[in-house]
């Protein structure tokens, strides 16, 4: 089958595209054939280390490995289709159409894939098609983590989104609205009417104005991208808002420890979690109309370092799509 190794870690060009051994599903694995998959600010964190919150990338190496990565194949999400399931797997069958994403064993950028039963998958949403349902689960897990277990999202809150044309950002935005908040999202002017019919009812072009200057104050101010900080937003917090440091480092993990002993405006930051439950939540908001998937660019497998090149840069528009296999 083919898959795109890399051995070393540095820029996109060290993806390479190659063919290597079908996998064999363990006892309780499915094989999944996988159609469509993405490139995440985490795909690029673990090859070259661009986007790695603060204090975290001795940590981020420790655990993927020092010297060079341990696993070689990247690609934390998909959207597939089931070939063969091992013998102690009861959720899934053959031919089921799926969806997840699963950080701790990667391997999407292939044409198949082994992963638990028990991992963040479950049934893809009827009317997506594989790219669009590939689109969602690492930024709308992330969106639900913060939003609605963190921070509790009540409706008729008053929710600022940092980064508000981001896969999380698109996704919290979204979010935000199916739970009655007042939503207002930050973006930049090419981004401002997209960020606008995902349900914003204020969008804010951070190149023309400082959010922190309107006067406003929020509730929840959710900074997807780390391009603020919980000292720049405490004046626009209401006097028991909070901060969701959604792409925090070691220092916003401090914050939040010292804040949660203290009362007033607290810091939330922290991992987001992958459940196929929280998957099972989203295709239900997919297929009732509540949600949508935002795309900004496809490229085939062959084209991958294209695609990290891209995503390096920092300004996608929701997801970048890889289409691995046609169905």
Known sequence: MKAVIYTEYGPAEVLKLQE???PTPQEDQVLIQVHATSVTTGDCNLRGFVFVP???KFLTRLMFGLQKPKKNILGVELAGKIVAAGKN???????DQVYGINSANLGAYAEYVCWPEKCALAIKPANLSYAEAAAIPNGALTALTFLRDKAQIQKGQKVLVIGASGSVGAAA???????????????????LELVKSLGASTVIDYTQED???RGETYDIIFDTVGKSSFSACQGALKTRGLYLAGAGGLWEMLQM???SMTGGRKVLAGPSSESREALVFIKGLVE????KPVIDRRYPLEEIVEAHRYVDQGHKKGNVIIEVSAP
């Open 257 to 259: 420890q010292w804040t």
């Open 54 to 56: 603060r204090g975290f």
């Open 173 to 191: 935005v979204q979010l935000a609205r199916y739970y009655g908040a007042e939503v207002s999202g930050v973006c930049s002017t090419a981004n």
């Open 89 to 95: 797997v009861t959720l899934f069958k053959a031919g």
């Open 288 to 291: 009732e109309g509540a949600f």
């Open 20 to 22: 290597v051994e079908k």
């Open 211 to 213: 959010f922190t200057q």
